[in-house]
């Protein structure tokens, strides 16, 4: 699939939640988890997104780079490795999945073609990040000239940049989806909150690059 075709598939591309998504990607195939430790510390939550996957997948493996959490996650029996040890291993897995990870990285070229090592040849890699161009950036730069950000994050990706991103790193454009708001209005607090949080919901609807975060399946 060439650029314009890409960028035309996600234009049009539907809107889907995340967690059902993966779920459904990982159901019955060997999973890779990239970041797996960050995601969360309530290793005994059921709904925790490793443990969503490991209830569905054939397999899965985790890795990260924190020791604390590795080492705490090993205690509880879970199979996590440092990205050095999967050198050593010699496995190839179906569904490499990178949720909300690429973000947090020096250099996601390099990243990209490191785990790309680690897939079988019919294998997809999955990634979930936040959208650059998301609506909630910029009523919050109206309203009150600033805009939420991880302070751990190095990128700010929007589809056009991934895209590149995936081309230097010579894979392959499988599919893409504009993910919802990974939280309900009614978790929110307050008239106002509320009231900026439909405005952003309609403004998504007419326009989906205005959603707050997307996902990306490639390929080798």
């Known amino acids: 699939m060439n650029n314009s075709d890409t960028l035309a598939r996600i234009r049009n591309a ?50 990260d780079i924190e020791p604390v959490g590795i080492q705490s996650m090993r205690d509880k029996g ?8 999967l050198m050593s291993l ?9 949720s909300d990870v690429i973000e947090h990285v020096n250099d996601p070229v390099d990243f990209l073609s490191f785990y790309s090592k680690f897939l079988n040849e019919s294998g997809k890699i999955v990634i979930t990040t936040p959208n650059a161009h998301a609506v ?3 009523t919050s730069i109206l309203l009150r000239n600033d805009y939420s950000l991880n302070p751990e994050h190095t990128f700010w990706l929007c589809p056009r940049t991934i895209s590149e991103i995936v081309r230097r790193a010579e894979l392959k454009f499988v599919d893409f989806f504009w993910l919802k708001e990974y939280f309900k209005i009614k978790e929110l607090k307050g008239f106002r909150n509320r009231t900026i949080f439909r405005i952003n919901s309609t403004l998504q609807k007419i326009r989906t690059n205005f959603y707050p975060n997307f996902m990306f399946i490639i390929s080798k």
């Not at 988890?33 to 490793?50: F, I, L």
Request: negative net charge; hydrophobic residues 35%; contains cysteine.
């Open 78 to 85: 879970f199979s996590v490795y440092f990205s050095e040890e």
């Open 136 to 138: 909630r950036n910029f």
């Open 14 to 63: 539907p809107v889907t939640e995340k967690r059902s998504k993966i779920i459904d990607l990982c159901a019955g195939q060997t999973v890779l988890d990239v970041g797996c430790v960050g995601q969360d510390y309530n290793y005994n939550d059921p709904d925790w997104m490793h443990n969503l996957i490991r209830n569905v997948s054939a397999s899965v493996d985790g890795v």
């Open 90 to 98: 010699n496995k190839k897995y179906d569904v490499v999945l990178m």
